[in-house]
């Protein structure tokens, strides 16, 4: 099927804490709808059958819950109402975003998927009910190419988004499409957690996601094109991520995955949106792991000199490393209960220093969420203290199998190259409770390889 994502810069109000009238809020939200329009067309002159709009692309971010109030439109969340909004505009108050979006479906028969803030009134006696008697919620919504409203998905793990309530349950949002079948939705930082997002996709064995994001880079391990694609070869669905486009805001990032390919755009310097559009296999059963015969070969040598460990902060973990010297070798790296593997060899030994990094613990600074991670990483300069920084250039080929003793099942193979550009691992998987993956030759210079394992159970 024919797919499309849009990157979407969006128009932002200069003053978010401010309070405005409907009809001002309407405005500013109606030039991000125009440029939607624009782009739904463009995406459907180009066989497009669904098209995917990023987070917070409409209304924009930094609001306080009063003053986002004027943004926000009136969606019932609840799957008795069947209703098409272009059609029906009249039904319920509060409604033109719904609208603006359900028409542009209908009039360019595709599928579309966006994300705005919505307002739900609430009874006293509901326990969970905010004290202004409202919930407001990060809501995703989706319409079939008839333009009726055929899913709607709350936000349940918020990132600091003070204006917005989490649902009192978690919403597992899927919809049916003739081309391809369930898509499952969820937002942005709910990639990281089991609720509803791991759940969703095992619960309903769900072989497409649709994913609008607003996403700040964070390298090495959390850039987004990174975990996107980890994130589709781990669960081996594909992937429509829709990032919003703030390069000032360190956002950037898109694109349509599939667990062996991706069509990416990754841009810090220019400015303005894009659009993606792709041409995927519908997934119907699992993607075969290759598995390697005896991929480890752990040295019996013993004696020799080994190598410093170090300790340096990563992605605000204190990583334990050691470094990754010369042109060939065998490292091993172990904090708390994983231990991290390392057979490497380099064409040609630059002057760039690399490290093998490990951390098992729980990550407390934007989230608390529980890592496992073997890391190999380029350092941001010759000195060990460089271990962890934010690097994007590298020129070193490095042929590498890396391979840890996991205690989680849930493992997330990053593999990103120079310029922040994707490659793809040659073998990956399980094999006597070690989770490998080995790549020949990376395609350009290798920034990050990596096995970032989630261990749900102790967040």
């Known amino acids: 099927y024919v797919a499309a994502v849009y990157e979407h810069e969006s128009i932002l109000s200069p003053n978010p804490t401010v309070l405005v009238d409907r009809q001002s809020a309407l405005e500013l939200m109606g030039r991000n709808l ?3 329009e624009q782009q739904a067309v ?4 180009q066989g497009a059958q669904i098209i995917v709009f990023p987070e917070d692309g409409i209304h924009g971010f930094n609001f306080t819950r009063s003053s986002i109030y004027p943004y926000l439109d009136f969606v019932l969340h609840s ?6 909004p272009c059609r029906e505009p009249y039904l319920f108050n509060d409604t033109e975003v719904l609208q603006r979006l359900s028409c542009m479906a209908l009039k360019n028969k595709i599928f579309l998927v966006a994300n705005l803030g919505t307002k739900q009134p609430c009874e006293h006696t509901d326990p969970h009910c905010p004290s202004d008697g409202r919930y407001q919620f990060n809501t995703n919504v989706a319409f079939n190419d008839d333009g009726a409203l055929v899913a709607t998905y709350r936000k349940h793990n ?3 988004e003070y204006a917005f309530d ?4 978690p919403d597992y949002t899927f ?3 003739p081309f391809a079948g369930k898509f499952g939705v969820f937002t942005c930082f709910d990639i990281l957690f089991f609720e509803p997002a791991v759940n969703l996709i095992r619960q309903y064995n769900l072989k497409q996601v649709v994913y609008p994001t607003a996403w700040m880079n964070q390298l090495p391990l959390l850039s987004a094109v990174e975990f996107q694609q980890a994130f589709a070869t781990a669960f081996s669905i594909n992937i429509l991520a829709a990032n919003i486009h703030h390069p000032a805001l360190g956002m950037t990032g898109s694109g349509i995955y599939t667990p062996v390919k991706s069509f990416i755009y990754h841009d810090m310097e220019s400015y303005g949106g894009k659009l993606i559009v792709a ?3 519908v997934i119907t059963t699992d993607y075969e792991t290759n598995l390697e015969e005896n991929p480890f070969r752990v040295s019996e040598k013993g004696n020799e000199q080994l190598p410093p460990l170090f300790y340096a902060e990563m992605m605000y973990d204190n990583f334990t490393f050691v470094p990754v010297w010369g042109e060939k070798g065998e490292l091993q790296v172990c904090a708390n209960t994983l231990c991290c593997y390392l057979n490497y060899q380099r064409a040609v030994v630059t002057d760039e220093l690399y490290a093998l990094g490990v951390f098992d613990g729980l990550h407390t600074v934007h989230g608390t969420y529980y890592v496992q991670a073997c890391a190999l990483v380029k350092c941001g300069g010759l000195n060990f203290s460089t271990c962890g920084q934010e690097v994007t250039d590298a020129t070193a080929l490095i042929d590498f199998q890396l391979w840890g003793n996991m205690s989680t099942p849930y493992i997330f193979p990053l593999l990103l190259t120079s310029g922040i550009t994707l490659d793809f691992a040659d073998h990956m998987g399980w094999k006597n409770n070690y989770y490998f993956i080995s790549k ?3 395609s350009s210079g290798l920034l990050t390889a990596a096995l970032y394992g989630r261990w749900y159970d102790k967040d």
Do not use: G, Q
């Not at 463009?42 to 002159?45: D, E, F, L, V």
């Not at 989490?166 to 349950?169: A, L």
């Open 166 to 169: 989490s649902p009192p349950e």
């Open 175 to 177: 919809f049916d499409t």
């Open 42 to 45: 463009a995406a459907a002159r």
């Open 79 to 84: 799957h008795s109402v069947k209703w098409n």
């Open 279 to 281: 041409e995927i296999p």
């Open 440 to 442: 020949n030759r990376t």
């Open 34 to 36: 125009d440029i939607y």
């Open 158 to 160: 918020l990132y600091f």
